[in-house]
């Protein structure tokens, strides 16, 4: 007769014992735990990322006080808050910082180029605060990078932060009133342009957003913040964000169409637009139509409101030191009355409170960082741009993924179209040029990574 000890099974029943496959299916119970705490802990370090960059956004693009050449104490201190934040996402991701410093090459060498030319800058502790200032955000927007595990997480935060800037922009219109009606509503800002920056990018990413698979209602508030973004981009009467709006609505949806087919139908779309110019041209030979007509009867102001004084006045200057330039963030706003331009003193440029910048990110950059500066810049802004079409090429059926790759390179493009009239790329103390940095650094994430990289 069998007792109860006879009818407990056996060790050598185990599955484990004759199946592999069976004990390699399921893992220790340690490794489930370990496995979990890591999952988690990349999701805390996530979490952090998004919030971090919702809260830089706000830093950019909220005006804080503060003399232009000292900077405003309250960035730097934000900052270096962040940076120290930002590390945590470092370290937990050292490998994949790593891989991405390298691929980021251009960046930090540019960075590092700002950061030498201090050593022939008239101010020489100036140039090297501002060339930190940029290096502070290199930083930071690698540990984004590496801590976001998918693009939409790089555009939540930014759709959220632009969303309250904008707001506040319109409630500021209607309280407060214009510093010159006959320019524009200026918002926050003290001049038209810098509202009509945000309420450029406002369109730019509300437009694609509705593109996301978001509830039907989310979609609608995207439409309702396009139409507002457009009313109040024509109330600024900026014309160099008005159209880019313009061009880019249209622009990035057809690049994003023909990315996603085959090179065909991008040679092809290149041809036609050949021979568009090529007929344009010869109309316009036909009907005696001259480059300065037609400028005209596009710009109106051949000047760009007077801009091209400026220009004329700086263009000398590069000549002064072509190669290496004045010192990166050393000629413009460093607490002088007069700008160290060699024209009258009474040229409305040679005010220093009223200009302190070109007024063309190229001519700025070439100025300050002479052609050595410039080329590099223009390197990272190509590449930035690949990249980002790169990223769109590869994700067909990632919608979301592929949407938010949209965004970031409507963004990067609309920023070296308006580049042209305002210095805002690679500019000191610009918070244009720190989101700019942002965005280049995720366009170098997103261009062959779909997965998180670890």
Known sequence: MRTSSNLIPSRNLEPTRFYASFRETV?????????????????????????????????????????????????????????????????????????????????????????????????????????????????????????????????????????????????????IPPNDAKLGVNGLYAQKNGAGVIALYVIMVMTFSIALRRPLITKLFSVGLVILGWTFLISTQAKTSYATAVCLSFMIPVISYLLLKPKVYMLFAAAVCALLFGVTVLVFQLMNVTLEELGKAIFVDLTFTNRTYIWNAIIPEIWHHPWAGAGFGSFWATGRLLNPINARPDEFFMDAKLINEAHNGYIDITLQAGFIGLVLALLVMARATWQLCRAISIRPDDCDGRVSCMIMLALGLAIEIANLTESQVFQYSNPVGYLFVLIVVQAERWRLERTPII
């Open 27 to 175: 893992p220790p119970a340690h490794a489930v735990r370990a496995r979990y705490r890591l999952i988690t802990q990349r999701n805390i370090i996530r979490a952090a990322a998004r919030l971090l960059l919702f809260l830089l956004v706000l830093v950019f693009f909220i005006p804080t006080s503060g003399s232009a050449a000292d900077g405003s104490a309250f960035i730097r201190t934000a900052f270096l808050a962040f940076l120290a934040i930002s590390m945590l996402g470092i370290i937990q991701h050292l490998g994949a910082s790593v891989k991405l410093f390298f691929r980021t090459w251009p960046v930090w060498v540019l960075l590092l180029w700002f950061l030498l030319t201090s050593h022939w800058a008239s101010y020489p502790d100036i140039s090297i605060r501002r060339s930190i200032a940029y290096i502070t955000i290199y930083l930071i927007a690698v540990s984004l990078a590496v801590s976001f595990e998918h693009p939409v997480d790089f555009q939540r935060p930014l759709y959220l932060g632009l969303i309250l800037i904008f707001l506040a922009n319109i409630v500021a219109a209607q309280i």
